[in-house]
C-alpha cells in the first residue's frame, strides 16, 4: 500500500548534500519519514466529514464496510474525490478573479500601476461576453469585462461564456449528461455541499459533479486568468531564457519570486530595473540584481520577460540551500511552509506578501493593487539592503550560466509560426499531423514528487514522446523539468526528435517541445485542442483528435483538477500514480471505463515513463487509424511490440 519509492533524484545533487551534511532537514527526510503512506487513505477509504467518525472501510472485508452513517466504499472516495477537485479548482479560479479584479480596477482609475497592453485580446474576449466593441474607449471595454466576467463567478443559471469555444460535440454531451458549468464559485459551493454527511451519496452523481466542477476551472478560472493576463501583461512570445539554479548569481543580488499570481511578480520585473534601485545595489557592493523564480510564478515572467527559471517545485529548498537568495517572496500555492527554517539557516529573508497566505517564521508585506511597485520597490530594497549580510564562504551555486531554453508559445502564437504572417492558420499543424510528419500532440504537465521512482520522469517521457514524432506541449513544473534537461530548444529536435518531427521543427525553427506557461496556462491546451478541430482534416470534436496528456509526477489538488477537465473535454490523461479511488471497485471502473461512455475522455496510470509514453502513443496512433490517416511507426524503448 505504501509508495516505497522516494525519489533518488539528480535534481537533489550537491545541494541536497549540503543540507544533509548540516543537518537540514528537507523534502526527502519529510517524505521518508512519512513512510508507509496510510493504506486507507491511498486507497480512497477515510472520511472525516461528521464527527461520527472519522471513519474507514476495511479494503479486505474484514473490518467495517461503511461508516458510521452507512456511507460505503464508493460514496466516500467520490465525495474525497470531488473534494479535492473542488479544492484545485478554487485555487486556479481564485487566481482568476484576482486577474479579473486588477483588470477592473485599470478600468475604474483605483490602479495606476497596470494597463491594457493587448488590445487586440480585450476585443476579442470582450466579444464572447457579447460587449459592444464598436465606438467605445478600451477602458470602458475592459470596465464591462472585468464586471461581466466577476459576476460568472456567482452566476447561477445558463453556461460559462469561454465553454462556448469547445466543439459542438462536447458541448452537446455536457448538455445532455448535465456536465456544463453554470458559475464558477456556485459549482464549487455545490460540490463541498454535496459532499457533507447525508448529502449526495451516488457516487455517479457525485461524480457527474466533480467533471462540472473541473470543467469550471479549465474552460472557467484558468482560461479567464490565461486570457485576462495576457490582456494585461500582454501575450507570451518565444524568447532565450535560462533555467536552473546555476541562474543565481555570486556577485549580485538574488531575488526569488515564487508562487503563482503573477501580479506582484510583474512589478518586480520592472522594479528590478529601476536605476535608483540598481545604484543602490552597487552601493552595497552587488554587481547588480539578479531576478528569479520558482515554480508557476516563474513560468509567468520566463514566458512574457525572458527572467530565467531558478526551479521548480522540489527545488524551492534547494535554491535557499544555495546560501545566495537574498530574498525570496511568495504569494501562494506550492510554497512549502518549511521554507523559513531552511532560509534561517542562511541570510535569507523570506517574505509572504498575499492577505490568504501567511506562513509562520516570514515577514509579511501585504501586496495591494494600488502600490503595487511601491510594494515591489520596498521588497526589492529589501532584499539589497540585505546583500551585505550574505557570507559568501556559504555560497554553493552550481556550476554554469543555466541550461538555455525558447520558452513562451500560446494558441496564437501556433498560427504565426506554422502558419506564416500572411496567411495564419492550423492548416499546415493539421497537414503535418495528416501526412505523418507529425504523429500527433501530447500535453506534458504537472508537478514534481518526491515519490517517483525514476530520476526524471518528464524527461524520459518527453524525449520517448519527440522521437517517435509527438509534438510536445508543456507547462508548470514540467517544463521547467524538462528545460533542464536541455529539450526546450530548436536543437533538441536535432539530437531527440524523430524525421518528420525534425523536419517540421527545422522548417520553423521551434523547439520540438513547446513551453506555453504556467499551470492555468494548461488551458491554452484547449484552446489550441479547438483551433485543430476548427482547421478540419483531424477529427471533428475533442475526443477525436490524436492528441493525449500526462502528468507524470502529479502531487497537487489542483493536478487532479486539471486532469478532469482533460477527461471531462474528452482526452487521455496519464497520472504517474493513481488518485485515492482503488479501494472502490465501483470508482475504479468508474475511472477506467464508465467516465470514457460518458465524455469520450479516459484515465489511466503508469509510473514507468517509458511505458506512459507506449500508453499514450498507442492512443494518438489509434486516432489517427480512427480517422484513416497514414500509419506510423513505433520505435519504443520499452521492449515491448507497438
Ligand atoms: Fe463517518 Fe459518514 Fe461521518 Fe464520513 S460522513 S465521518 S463516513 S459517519
Ligand atoms: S507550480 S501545481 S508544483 S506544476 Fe504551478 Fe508546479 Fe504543480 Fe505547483
Same mark, same amino acid.
Given at each position: 500500500?505504501?509508495?516505497?519509492?522516494?525519489?533518488?533524484?539528480?535534481?537533489?545533487?550537491?545541494?541536497?548534500?549540503?543540507?544533509?551534511?548540516?543537518?537540514?532537514?528537507?523534502?526527502?527526510?519529510?517524505?521518508?519519514?512519512?513512510?508507509?503512506?496510510?493504506?486507507?487513505?491511498?486507497?480512497?477509504?477515510?472520511?472525516?466529514?461528521?464527527?461520527?467518525?472519522?471513519?474507514?472501510?476495511?479494503?479486505?472485508?474484514?473490518?467495517?464496510?461503511?461508516?458510521?452513517?452507512?456511507?460505503?466504499?464508493?460514496?466516500?472516495?467520490?465525495?474525497?474525490?470531488?473534494?479535492?477537485?473542488?479544492?484545485?479548482?478554487?485555487?486556479?479560479?481564485?487566481?482568476?478573479?484576482?486577474?479579473?479584479?486588477?483588470?477592473?480596477?485599470?478600468?475604474?482609475?483605483?490602479?495606476?500601476?497596470?494597463?491594457?497592453?493587448?488590445?487586440?485580446?480585450?476585443?476579442?474576449?470582450?466579444?464572447?461576453?457579447?460587449?459592444?466593441?464598436?465606438?467605445?474607449?478600451?477602458?470602458?471595454?475592459?470596465?464591462?469585462?472585468?464586471?461581466?466576467?466577476?459576476?460568472?463567478?456567482?452566476?447561477?443559471?445558463?453556461?460559462?461564456?469561454?465553454?462556448?469555444?469547445?466543439?459542438?460535440?462536447?458541448?452537446?454531451?455536457?448538455?445532455?449528461?448535465?456536465?456544463?458549468?453554470?458559475?464558477?464559485?456556485?459549482?464549487?459551493?455545490?460540490?463541498?455541499?454535496?459532499?457533507?454527511?447525508?448529502?449526495?451519496?451516488?457516487?455517479?452523481?457525485?461524480?457527474?459533479?466533480?467533471?462540472?466542477?473541473?470543467?469550471?476551472?479549465?474552460?472557467?478560472?484558468?482560461?479567464?486568468?490565461?486570457?485576462?493576463?495576457?490582456?494585461?501583461?500582454?501575450?507570451?512570445?518565444?524568447?532565450?531564457?535560462?533555467?536552473?539554479?546555476?541562474?543565481?548569481?555570486?556577485?549580485?543580488?538574488?531575488?526569488?519570486?515564487?508562487?503563482?499570481?503573477?501580479?506582484?511578480?510583474?512589478?518586480?520585473?520592472?522594479?528590478?530595473?529601476?536605476?535608483?534601485?540598481?545604484? /543602490? !545595489?552597487?552601493?552595497? #557592493? =552587488? +554587481?547588480?540584481?539578479? $531576478?528569479?523564480?520558482?515554480? %508557476?510564478?516563474?513560468?509567468?515572467?520566463?514566458?512574457?520577460?525572458?527572467?530565467?527559471?531558478?526551479?521548480?517545485?522540489?527545488?524551492?529548498? /534547494? !535554491?535557499?540551500?544555495? #546560501? =545566495? +537568495?537574498?530574498?525570496? $517572496?511568495?504569494?501562494?500555492? %506550492?510554497?512549502?511552509?518549511?521554507?523559513?527554517?531552511?532560509?534561517?539557516?542562511?541570510?535569507?529573508?523570506?517574505?509572504?506578501?498575499?492577505?490568504? !497566505?501567511?506562513?509562520? #517564521?516570514?515577514?509579511?508585506?501585504?501586496?495591494?493593487?494600488?502600490?503595487?511597485?511601491?510594494?515591489?520597490?520596498?521588497?526589492?530594497?529589501?532584499?539589497?539592503?540585505?546583500?551585505?549580510?550574505?557570507?559568501?564562504?556559504?555560497?554553493?551555486?552550481?556550476?554554469?550560466?543555466?541550461?538555455?531554453?525558447?520558452?513562451?508559445?500560446?494558441?496564437?502564437?501556433?498560427?504565426?509560426?506554422?502558419?506564416?504572417?500572411?496567411?495564419?492558420?492550423?492548416?499546415?499543424?493539421?497537414?503535418?499531423?495528416?501526412?505523418?510528419?507529425?504523429?500527433?500532440?501530447?500535453?506534458?504537465?504537472?508537478?514534481?514528487?518526491?515519490?517517483?521512482?525514476?530520476?526524471?520522469?518528464?524527461?524520459?517521457?518527453?524525449?520517448?514522446?519527440?522521437?517517435?514524432?509527438?509534438?510536445?506541449?508543456?507547462?508548470?513544473?514540467?517544463?521547467?523539468?524538462?528545460?533542464?534537461?536541455?529539450?526546450?530548444?530548436?536543437?533538441?529536435?536535432?539530437?531527440?526528435?524523430?524525421?518528420?518531427?525534425?523536419?517540421?521543427?527545422?522548417?520553423?525553427?521551434?523547439?520540438?517541445?513547446?513551453?506555453?506557461?504556467?499551470?492555468?496556462?494548461?488551458?491554452?491546451?484547449?484552446?489550441?485542442?479547438?483551433?485543430?478541430?476548427?482547421?478540419?482534416?483531424?477529427?471533428?470534436?475533442?475526443?477525436?483528435?490524436?492528441?493525449?496528456?500526462?502528468?507524470?509526477?502529479?502531487?497537487?489538488?489542483?493536478?487532479?483538477?486539471?486532469?478532469?477537465?482533460?477527461?471531462?473535454?474528452?482526452?487521455?490523461?496519464?497520472?504517474?500514480?493513481?488518485?485515492?479511488?482503488?479501494?472502490?471497485?465501483?470508482?475504479?471502473?468508474?475511472?477506467?471505463?464508465?467516465?470514457?461512455?460518458?465524455?469520450?475522455?479516459?484515465?489511466?496510470?503508469?509510473?514507468?515513463?517509458?511505458?506512459?509514453?507506449?500508453?499514450?502513443?498507442?492512443?494518438?496512433?489509434?486516432?489517427?487509424?480512427?480517422?484513416?490517416?497514414?500509419?506510423?511507426?513505433?520505435?519504443?524503448?520499452?521492449?515491448?511490440?507497438?
Amino acid at each position: 500500500m505504501s509508495q516505497a519509492n522516494i525519489k533518488k533524484d539528480a535534481i537533489q545533487g550537491p545541494l541536497y548534500e549540503r543540507a544533509k551534511a548540516q543537518g537540514i532537514e528537507t523534502i526527502w527526510e519529510r517524505a521518508v519519514s512519512q513512510e508507509p503512506h496510510c493504506g486507507f487513505g491511498t486507497l480512497g477509504l477515510c472520511c472525516k466529514n461528521c464527527n461520527l467518525g472519522p471513519c474507514r472501510i476495511d479494503p479486505f472485508g474484514e473490518g467495517p464496510t461503511c461508516g458510521v452513517c452507512g456511507a460505503d466504499a464508493d460514496t466516500i472516495s467520490a465525495r474525497n474525490l470531488v473534494r479535492h477537485i473542488a479544492a484545485g479548482t478554487s485555487c486556479h479560479s481564485d487566481h482568476g478573479r484576482e486577474i479579473a479584479k486588477t483588470l477592473q480596477m485599470v478600468a475604474t482609475g483605483e490602479t495606476k500601476f497596470y494597463k491594457v497592453t493587448d488590445e487586440e485580446k480585450l476585443k476579442t474576449v470582450a466579444s464572447e461576453y457579447k460587449i459592444k466593441i464598436e465606438n467605445r474607449t478600451i477602458t470602458d471595454i475592459a470596465k464591462d469585462l472585468a464586471e461581466k466576467i466577476l459576476a460568472e463567478y456567482g452566476q447561477q443559471e445558463g453556461e460559462l461564456k469561454l465553454i462556448q469555444r469547445a466543439p459542438e460535440k462536447q458541448k452537446q454531451i455536457w448538455r445532455k449528461f448535465f456536465l456544463m458549468p453554470r458559475g464558477i464559485d456556485r459549482e464549487v459551493v455545490e460540490a463541498m455541499s454535496r459532499t457533507n454527511i447525508g448529502v449526495d451519496n451516488d457516487y455517479k452523481n457525485l461524480m457527474a459533479h466533480g467533471m462540472r466542477v473541473a470543467l469550471t476551472d479549465g474552460w472557467g478560472g484558468s482560461m479567464i486568468a490565461t486570457e485576462l493576463t495576457d490582456i494585461l501583461f500582454g501575450k507570451p512570445s518565444p524568447k532565450k531564457a535560462k533555467v536552473n539554479l546555476a541562474v543565481l548569481k555570486e556577485d549580485e543580488v538574488n531575488i526569488i519570486v515564487h508562487g503563482h499570481v503573477p501580479l506582484l511578480s510583474e512589478m518586480v520585473c520592472d522594479a528590478v530595473s529601476s536605476p535608483e534601485l540598481i545604484a /543602490l !545595489a552597487k552601493e552595497k #557592493g =552587488a +554587481v547588480g540584481i539578479n $531576478l528569479a523564480g520558482i515554480c %508557476c510564478t516563474a513560468n509567468e515572467i520566463l514566458v512574457r520577460r525572458g527572467f530565467p527559471v531558478a526551479g521548480d517545485f522540489l527545488q524551492q529548498e /534547494l !535554491a535557499l540551500m544555495t #546560501g =545566495a +537568495v537574498d530574498l525570496m $517572496l511568495v504569494d501562494l500555492q %506550492c510554497i512549502m511552509p518549511s521554507l523559513p527554517d531552511i532560509a534561517g539557516c542562511f541570510h535569507t529573508k523570506i517574505v509572504s506578501t498575499s492577505s490568504k !497566505a501567511r506562513f509562520p #517564521g516570514m515577514e509579511h508585506v501585504e501586496f495591494n493593487e494600488e502600490l503595487a511597485l511601491p510594494i515591489a520597490k520596498k521588497i526589492v530594497q529589501m532584499a539589497i539592503e540585505n546583500f551585505p549580510k550574505r557570507d559568501q564562504s556559504k555560497v554553493c551555486i552550481p556550476k554554469g550560466q543555466g541550461q538555455d531554453l525558447i520558452p513562451g508559445f500560446t494558441t496564437e502564437y501556433v498560427f504565426d509560426m506554422l502558419g506564416g504572417k500572411y496567411r495564419p492558420s492550423y492548416k499546415p499543424l493539421n497537414e503535418a499531423i495528416i501526412n505523418g510528419r507529425i504523429r500527433g500532440v501530447a500535453g506534458v504537465v504537472g508537478c514534481d514528487n518526491p515519490k517517483m521512482a525514476s530520476s526524471d520522469s518528464h524527461a524520459i517521457l518527453v524525449k520517448e514522446l519527440i522521437k517517435n514524432d509527438v509534438l510536445v506541449v508543456q507547462t508548470g513544473c514540467s517544463a521547467a523539468a524538462c528545460g533542464r534537461a536541455g529539450l526546450l530548444t530548436p536543437e533538441a529536435a536535432f539530437e531527440f526528435a524523430g524525421k518528420g518531427l525534425r523536419e517540421v521543427c527545422e522548417a520553423v525553427g521551434c523547439p520540438p517541445v513547446l513551453h506555453l506557461g504556467s499551470c492555468v496556462d494548461n488551458s491554452r491546451i484547449l484552446t489550441a485542442c479547438c483551433e485543430m478541430v476548427k482547421e478540419g482534416g483531424i477529427g471533428k470534436s475533442l475526443d477525436e483528435l490524436p492528441v493525449a496528456g500526462a502528468a507524470p509526477e502529479w502531487m497537487s489538488e489542483k493536478a487532479i483538477a486539471i486532469g478532469w477537465y482533460f477527461v471531462a473535454s474528452g482526452l487521455l490523461v496519464l497520472f504517474g500514480m493513481p488518485f485515492p479511488v482503488y479501494g472502490s471497485d465501483n470508482m475504479t471502473k468508474y475511472v477506467f471505463e464508465d467516465v470514457a461512455k460518458i465524455t469520450g475522455g479516459k484515465w489511466a496510470f503508469e509510473s514507468d515513463p517509458l511505458k506512459m509514453a507506449k500508453v499514450m502513443i498507442e492512443h494518438i496512433d489509434s486516432k489517427r487509424k480512427a480517422l484513416n490517416l497514414k500509419p506510423m511507426i513505433y520505435d519504443n524503448n520499452t521492449g515491448v511490440a507497438a
